[in-house]
């Protein structure tokens, strides 16, 4: 086709185009192909067939008697039954499920004797990995957020004590590596806290919110910066006419400049939750069992590296597309005002 | 309505210039001040000084005899009587005309939604953009977008408006529009302050001409008197460039 097919960007397709195209796919198929005839090589036997167990799987519920004697008797209870078993003055009563039920009136049972037994569909370790790294993710997004929101404006603030902080706390967390910050959490304010806690004979906080705080301030002090960027890439003019009609600063802020403000940081923004997520693997050393410590104990048990860190990736790639998917419908749409 | 006495304005960055050198004046109400001059004369510093804008280094402004440049002074409520169009228009973008005009009027006017929406419609219509009130400014004109800047100056009831070379940015053919909503002001009684190049406005509306250069006013009088026998020599050579 000399003269070419029109593109979307109303540049004609040549004969060239479609030849890189051919080379783009001859260079995605061809990796892949040799690191799956490189694993043959090794012996490497693929067996997804046994990936899926880690999602959802079917798991055996046995009810078992705690006590020895004869079924005394079987009443029913809307779809369960209850299974009496008594000897002497010792009672006890055991609800099965009316098809489980595998003892009849007057059977002799000893201790450990199954009464009933049905299988019962669980969720596996990775689908809670995956479940707990989402968690994780959103609610440190959420709070880095107003974190950095609230550092960004006091970045920008004239008085020096907002400033002066939100600079300090910018340049430490930026500064230093996560690993560190979340050891620091975790080992540090996490003992402190927590021993303060048990000395008032309080609750303790669990590992997790250590986790998110990490996490949070992290991302905060980023989304400081990029709302900070944000908000000085307003034009001069629109504070000047907000003030002009006398509204206050915080309301010219409010109304005028943080809105547009919003809207151009979104891309940046984006980015900076993608990290957050993939920043999340590294809550495992802290006993959070996320996505990839999950998949590291999986493959521990199942000597199944390849098709579980393939999957894992998978995984990362799946949560992250989401959601800069739905901050780029946000962006169209302009959604937030 | 404006006292400004002995005013002087420095700015420091990029490098020192004397923007303003002991500006003193008098605008009565209901009076049209046309301030001309070439450009870095220092009248637009002037007009934004008016709105405090920009600080002063030392001198008194009183508006409505309210010290302006007094710590004390709460500079919002001042405002909020100074309504002041812009050269670049600076409507809000992210909301619609309707919203640019009713924003101030409920933000800081306390004005109710109903109260604010029946003000910005009477006064869209007065300039002539009524059936674009639910459009953004963007599809919008040069011509019309400042139609909308003077409405939303409008709403809030000023006693005084300030213009910033409203017509500067504008297409030529587009110029008429906003100097007719602006005549139409003048005659209704408003009290005016505008930097202008646009010596037709001068010397139909204005009730009086200022002319500043290097920070000063060289010359003021009726557009009678300014045009036709000015009395100062660069007065009579920023005439003869532009004329």
Wanted: proline content about 4%; aromatic content about 10%.
């Amino acid at each position: 086709m000399p003269m070419g097919t029109p593109t979307s960007d109303g540049t004609p397709k040549n004969t060239g185009y479609y030849v890189w195209v051919g080379v783009f796919f001859f260079i995605v198929i061809g990796v892949a192909y040799s690191l799956y005839y490189a694993t043959l090589k090794i012996d490497y036997v693929w067996r997804w067939y046994r990936i899926p167990q880690y999602f959802l799987f079917k798991e055996q519920v046995e009810v078992r008697a705690q006590i020895q004697g004869t079924v005394h008797r079987i009443t029913m209870k809307e779809d369960l039954v209850l299974v009496e078993v008594k000897e002497g003055d010792i009672k006890e009563t055991y609800p099965v499920p009316a098809k489980a039920l595998r003892v009849r009136e007057g059977d002799f049972i000893y201790p450990g004797d199954v009464l009933g037994a049905y299988p019962r569909w669980r969720v596996g370790i990775l689908m809670e990995g995956l479940w707990l790294t989402l968690k994780v993710s959103l609610i440190a997004i959420i709070f880095g957020v107003i974190i950095g929101l609230f550092g960004g404006l006091a970045r920008i603030s004239k008085n020096p004590a907002f400033k002066w902080l939100a600079i300090t706390y910018i340049e430490l967390i930026r500064g230093s590596p996560l690993l560190v910050q979340i050891f620091i959490w975790y080992f540090v304010l996490g003992t402190l806290i927590n021993t303060i806690l048990a000395r008032h004979g309080l609750i303790q906080i669990p590992p997790l919110w250590f986790g998110v705080a990490a996490l949070a301030c992290f991302a905060g002090a980023y989304v400081a910066e990029i709302v900070r960027a944000g908000i000085q890439s307003i034009h001069r003019g629109q504070t000047e006419a907000s003030r002009s009609l006398g509204m206050t600063s915080a309301q010219s802020m409010l109304h005028v400049i943080l809105p547009q403000a919003l809207r151009r940081i979104l891309p940046p923004l984006a980015g900076q939750f993608i990290s957050l997520i993939k920043d999340s693997s590294l809550l495992g050393i802290i006993a959070i069992r996320e996505l990839t410590k999950a998949t590291r104990e999986v493959v521990t048990t199942s000597l199944q590296p390849f098709e579980l860190w393939f999957l894992c990736a998978l995984l990362y790639l799946f949560l992250t597309f989401t959601l800069s998917m739905f901050l780029q419908y946000l962006e169209r749409r302009q959604l937030i005002t | 309505m404006i006292d400004v006495r002995n005013f002087h304005k420095t700015f420091l960055s990029p490098h020192a210039v004397r923007a303003l050198v002991d500006v003193t004046v008098k605008i009565e109400q209901g009076e049209v001040v046309v301030v001309i001059g070439p450009s870095g004369s220092g009248k637009s510093t002037f007009l934004r000084c008016l709105n405090h804008l920009e600080a002063a280094d030392s001198g008194h402004i009183l508006i409505d005899g309210i010290d302006i440049l007094n710590p004390k002074t709460d500079i919002n409520k001042v405002r909020a009587e100074v309504g002041m169009v812009f050269q670049s228009f600076n409507l809000f973008p992210h909301k619609t005309v309707l919203e640019n005009v009713t924003l101030a009027q409920v933000v800081v006017r306390k004005r109710s939604k109903e109260q604010a929406f029946e003000k910005a419609m009477m006064l869209l219509k007065k300039v002539g953009i009524g059936e674009k009130a639910n459009g953004y400014p963007d599809q919008l004109s040069g011509g019309q977008q400042q139609r909308v800047a003077i409405a939303r100056a409008l709403a809030m009831d000023p006693k005084i408006m300030l213009f910033d070379e409203p017509t500067s940015a504008l297409d030529p053919e587009m110029i008429g529009e906003v100097l007719d909503v602006m005549k139409t002001l003048a005659r209704e009684g408003m009290t005016m302050v505008v930097v202008t190049h646009e010596m037709g406005f001068a010397r139909e509306v204005a009730d009086r001409v200022l002319f500043m250069d290097e920070g000063a006013i060289v010359e003021e009088g009726t557009p009678e008197h300014f045009f036709k026998n000015p009395e100062h020599e660069r007065t009579r050579l920023f005439l003869s460039q532009i004329l």
